[in-house]
């Protein structure tokens, strides 16, 4: 009897797409398929984060179900801890499977009928991940969940509080892989500096340890609180295997907002964090919320000005949008959504520019691993998480290549590489 195929559908944050790595991984009785159309069960590994990813979710459910009336659809990841209740009682799930059951998604796979397995919000996944399908750079979860409460956010709810993976298992899985040839390690999780706080051990101890492995060339971290690099963290700034690059998540440049937001950071402080990094050679990245409830005018020209003395190259802007059960979807006053898209425009406009003005200065040795290609154009990331794209007549897929000088151009870097 041949298989049956699935099909998954990830929306979402890199702790997602891990997720349905560990998934992928798990399944022993069915044959994994590319083609939704064709599947017979398709797992829709959720996001949460807004009222509007409940509806991207929503939609894509709609349009599968017509699209394939036969497959059962299975709602996993954040969204089926929030709507996962909802969704199967208006019938347009087939099953709900919580974060804790994903290790056993094979058995799940055949229940006969609908169900709902949530499970629970402590469990910490075992699972060793040896091969990531189609990527040069291996993401390796490492912690799952968030202590903190940041007023717009529904993560600690639907993830719930900090767990840290175990640190053996962490390594084995990074050994496997740098076996594998995986060179690019990035360490991803929900709230990835907070790693180790439950185990007595922190995040620059994992990485001490990650270093020693061997393949194991570059490790980026995804996003770290301005309050997780203390002393011990510093002091693994100068090592080689660091990508001199960090994301460092501030969310608000002005002390109002972040007040309002919750959150554990400040401005005076983040701007000497940021000082010093970047004198230690690193390209600074950070999330920064526009448009949050109580961003008056006055508000938001204080944090421009202050966006302007910050040494940051790269931005993840996010349009505020309300997520039910937050503290911040009942504040006001509310920023019109047209204005908050001229915020959007202004903040990462400006932050192109700055980055341009860090490329100029940055554009010399560059180690860049090459991702993908095609007709003789392969796109990679250097150590600043500068995007570059190289021209070669070699096949340089999932290959690390030195740049002695790139050419600088408005939207990325491009080099040439021929043979001999
Ligand atoms: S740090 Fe704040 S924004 Fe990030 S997951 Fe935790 S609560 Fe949410």
Redo the contacts with the bound molecule.
């Keep these: 009897m041949s298989k049956e195929k699935v099909f998954f559908k990830t929306f979402g944050c890199r702790t997602n797409q891990f997720d349905t790595q560990v998934m992928m991984s798990r399944l022993e009785d069915f044959e994994l398929c590319r083609d939704e159309a064709e599947a017979d069960v398709v797992v829709v590994n959720s996001c949460t984060v807004t009222n509007g990813a409940d509806a991207t979710v929503r939609h894509y459910i709609n349009a599968l179900r017509r699209r394939n009336p036969a497959a059962r659809v299975i709602l996993a990841g954040c969204g089926a801890h929030s709507k996962g209740e909802e969704l199967l009682r208006q019938g347009k799930v087939y099953g709900v499977m919580g974060h804790s059951e994903k290790e056993r998604i094979n058995e799940i796979l055949h229940r006969p009928e609908g169900f709902y397995e949530i499970g629970d919000l402590e469990h910490v996944d075992s699972t060793v991940v040896g091969e990531f399908v189609g990527k040069s750079r291996a993401f390796i979860k490492i912690q799952e969940g ?1 202590d ?3 007023s717009y ?1 529904i ?2 709810s639907v993830r719930g509080n900090a767990r840290s993976h175990d640190e053996a298992q962490i390594l084995e899985q990074i050994r496997l892989l740098a076996a594998n040839g995986f060179g690019e390690f990035i360490l991803t999780g ?2 990835v500096g907070s790693y180790g706080r439950d185990r007595g051990s922190s995040i620059a101890r994992l990485l001490k340890r990650i270093s020693q492995i061997r393949g194991v060339r570059r490790i980026r971290i995804g996003s770290l ?1 301005p309050i997780q690099i203390d002393a011990e963290f510093k002091e693994l700034l100068d090592e080689p295997w660091m990508a001199r690059h960090l994301h460092i ?1 501030l969310q608000h440049t002005s002390d109002r907002m972040l007040e309002l937001m919750n959150r554990r950071n400040r401005y005076a402080e983040d701007r000497k964090l940021f000082e010093e990094l970047a004198e230690r050679g690193y390209a600074l990245g950070t999330d920064f919320i526009v448009g949050h409830p109580g961003e008056g005018e006055a508000e938001w020209r204080q944090a421009m000005e202050r966006i302007e003395e910050l040494p940051l190259t790269h931005v993840h802007a996010f349009t505020y949008s309300p997520r039910e059960g937050t503290p911040s979807a009942s504040m006001g006053p509310g920023v019109r959504g047209d204005m908050a898209k001229a915020r959007h425009r202004e903040l990462t406009e400006r932050i192109r520019q700055k980055n341009l003005a860090f490329r100029r200065e940055h554009h010399r040795d560059l180690t860049v691993l090459l991702e993908s290609g095609e007709d003789g154009r392969y796109r990679g990331y250097d150590q600043y998480y500068n995007r570059i794209v190289v021209r070669s007549d070699q096949d340089l897929e999932a290959t690390w290549v030195y740049i002695a000088e790139a050419e600088v151009h408005k939207e990325e870097n491009r080099a040439t590489l021929s043979l001999g």
């Design positions: 968030c903190f409460r940041c956010c993560i600690p929900t709230n609180e998540a």
